[in-house]
C-alpha cells in the first residue's frame, strides 16, 4: 500500500499532481510518520548499510517494523554490531515491497520527488526544515540596512554544509536538503577537537572547499590567503573577462563535483584530504534548532568561532571565512572587485551585530552582479540543428510561478586538445561533464526534476504567456551548475522578496 503511493507519487512532475496524492492520503497515520522520520533531521538510525535480503518474510507489518526502527535504532537501544543484526532482522520480517519502503527510509529518501516541503503543505510543521539564516540578493533597498563599520566576507564558492555538535553524540554534516556528507576522517577528527574545546552543543555554518593540494598542519592553503589582494592601496578591477569567469567556473564545478563524492559515499582517501571547511557562523544548538531566540550578536558568534577553531588547532582544515572590516560601501565594493579579480564569486556585507534568524535576513546583501537562484529542471528540449543535444532546460521556481527556457550555460565538449595543442581528441559521452548538450539528452532521466543553479538578471513578467501558464520570466538567466545536494527550487517571493 506504502509503495504504491510512493510509486504514485513519482510518476508525475507536476507539484499540484503530488499535493493532490498526499492531501487524498492526509488520514493515512503510516505515510505521515514515514515521511516524518525519513526527513527529519534530528532522528538518526546510525547506520548506513541496508542489508541484502531474500526471501519472502511477511511475518511483521510495515508499521511495526516502523516502530522497531525508532524503538530500536533511532533510540541507540541496539548499536554497532548489534545495530546491524537488528536491522537484518526487521528487514527479514517484512514482506519484500515494505522491505523496499525501509530501505528508503534508511537512505533518508523516499524516491517519490515530494522532498519536505509538500509533506509539511499537507501535515503542517510535519517535518523541521534544516533552519538557515540567508543573504538578502544586491538591491538599493537591502544595501540601505547596512550600517557601517559592517563586516565584507568572502562568498565561499563550495557547497553548504550545516555541522551539528552535540556532546556524546555523532557529529552530523548536511546539506540545505538534509543530506549528509560521509568519508571526510581528517574533517570530521579536526571538528571532534573543536567539539572537546566546548562545553554547550553547537551548530556550525559554512561550505566545503576542494583546494588543489592536501591539507597540512603547518600550511594553509594558499586558495585562502588575502595578503596577496588586500593591500589597501591596491586598484580595484571592474571588469572581469569572459575567459577569467569560466577559467575560475571550471575550477569551482570540479571542485563541488568532487565534495559531491562525499553525499554519494564515493570520495576517495586522498580527495578527501584536500577538503576545506570555510565557516562563519556559530549558533548555539538550542537555538538553531529550538525556540530560544539568540541573544548573541555577530561580531560575537564569529569571535568565538574563530577562538574554538584556535583552541582545537585545526586552523588549517576549518577556517574562518576571509574578513575585513568596511566603513562605508566604496571599501565594500572595492574588496567585492578584488575577490572577484581572484576568480571568486564576490563577497557578502554583513551588519556585525545581527541576531541569528532562520530566514533571509536583510543583515547580510550579497554583492554579486547576477542574482542567484536555484530552480527545478521540468523539461529538457532538443537543439535546433542537432538533436541529438540538448538546446536547453525548461526551468520553475518552487512557487510554479515563474518558468522560463534557457540553454545559456551549456556547453559542447565533444573534444579536448592533445598535448601538442592542435589534435582534437574525442572524448568518451559518459566521461563529459554534467553540463555538456550531448550527455544531457542522452541522460535524461539524470535531469529532469533535479535542482540546478542560475544566475539571472532580474524578475519579468512573461511576454509570451497563455492563459494558465506562469505570470513570470527570468531575465537573461545563466546555467552555472547541477545542484544534486539539493531536493528543493528556491521561490521567487523569496529571492525577490523586495519585489513584493
Not at 90 to 107: G, M, Q
Request: one cysteine or more.
Amino acid at each position: 500500500m506504502i509503495l504504491n503511493i510512493l510509486n504514485e507519487l513519482a510518476s508525475t512532475l507536476s507539484i499540484k499532481e503530488k499535493e493532490a496524492i498526499l492531501t487524498r492520503e492526509k488520514d493515512n497515520a503510516l505515510l505521515k510518520e514515514i515521511f516524518r522520520i525519513t526527513y527529519t533531521k534530528q532522528i538518526m538510525f546510525h547506520i548506513k548499510k541496508f542489508p541484502d535480503v531474500t526471501g519472502a518474510g511477511g511475518r511483521t507489518t510495515l508499521d511495526s517494523a516502523v516502530e522497531s526502527l525508532l524503538g530500536d535504532l533511532a533510540s541507540r537501544n541496539f548499536t554497532g554490531y548489534a545495530a546491524r543484526d537488528r536491522l537484518l532482522d526487521i528487514v527479514s520480517s517484512v514482506n519484500e515491497r515494505d522491505r523496499e519502503v525501509l530501505r528508503r527510509i534508511i537512505a533518508r529518501d523516499l524516491e517519490c520527488g515530494a522532498g519536505t516541503t509538500l509533506p509539511n503543505r499537507v501535515w503542517k510543521k510535519l517535518i523541521p526544515e534544516q533552519p538557515q539564516c540567508l543573504a538578502t540578493p544586491y538591491s538599493e533597498k537591502a544595501l540601505a540596512r547596512i550600517k557601517y563599520p559592517a563586516y565584507s566576507q568572502l562568498k565561499a564558492d563550495g557547497a553548504r554544509c550545516f555541522t551539528d555538535i552535540i556532546q556524546g553524540k555523532e557529529i552530523r554534516k548536511s546539506t540545505r536538503a538534509g543530506n549528509e556528507y560521509e568519508g571526510l576522517e581528517n574533517l570530521d577528527a579536526a571538528i571532534e577537537k573543536i567539539r572537546a574545546t566546548l562545553d554547550k552543543d553547537y551548530v556550525i555554518d559554512g561550505e566545503l572547499i576542494y583546494v588543489n593540494a592536501p591539507v597540512k598542519a603547518t600550511t594553509a592553503p594558499k586558495a585562502f590567503s588575502l595578503d596577496s589582494f588586500m593591500d589597501e592601496d591596491a586598484e580595484a578591477v571592474e571588469d572581469i573577462t569572459e575567459e577569467q569567469d569560466e577559467i575560475a567556473e571550471a575550477k569551482r564545478e570540479k571542485g563541488n563535483g568532487i565534495v559531491n563524492k562525499s553525499l554519494k559515499g564515493t570520495i576517495t582517501h586522498e580527495e578527501q584530504l584536500n577538503i576545506v571547511y570555510q565557516v562563519w557562523d556559530f549558533v548555539e544548538y538550542d537555538v538553531y534548532y529550538g525556540d530560544r531566540k539568540c541573544e548573541d550578536g555577530y561580531e560575537k558568534r564569529f569571535d568565538d568561532l574563530k577562538a574554538a577553531i584556535e583552541a582545537a588547532g585545526v586552523g588549517h582544515l576549518v577556517q574562518a571565512i576571509p574578513t575585513r572590516i568596511v566603513h562605508n560601501f566604496a571599501e565594500a565594493k572595492k574588496d567585492y572587485n578584488n575577490y572577484r579579480n581572484q576568480g571568486k564569486e564576490g563577497s557578502i556585507l554583513k551588519n556585525m551585530n545581527f541576531l541569528w534568524k532562520d530566514s533571509r535576513v536583510a543583515d547580510q546583501v550579497k554583492l554579486k552582479n547576477k542574482t542567484p537562484i536555484d530552480l527545478r529542471i521540468v523539461a529538457i528540449y532538443k537543439h535546433t540543428k542537432e538533436d541529438h543535444k540538448a538546446g536547453g532546460f525548461v526551468v520553475e521556481d518552487l512557487s510554479g510561478d515563474a518558468r522560463t527556457n534557457t540553454g545559456s550555460g551549456l556547453k559542447d565538449t565533444d573534444y579536448r586538445y592533445g598535448d601538442d595543442g592542435e589534435t582534437r581528441v574525442y572524448i568518451p559521452l559518459d566521461e563529459r561533464p554534467d553540463l555538456d548538450r550531448e550527455y544531457i539528452m542522452a541522460h535524461p532521466e539524470k535531469y529532469i526534476g533535479a535542482i540546478v543553479e542560475m544566475e539571472v538578471d532580474g524578475l519579468q513578467t512573461s511576454e509570451s504567456r497563455k492563459e494558465g501558464e506562469p505570470k513570470y520570466s527570468f531575465f537573461l538567466p545563466i546555467i552555472k551548475k547541477m545542484r544534486y545536494d539539493k531536493s528543493e527550487p528556491n521561490s521567487i517571493y523569496d529571492v525577490f522578496a523586495d519585489l513584493f
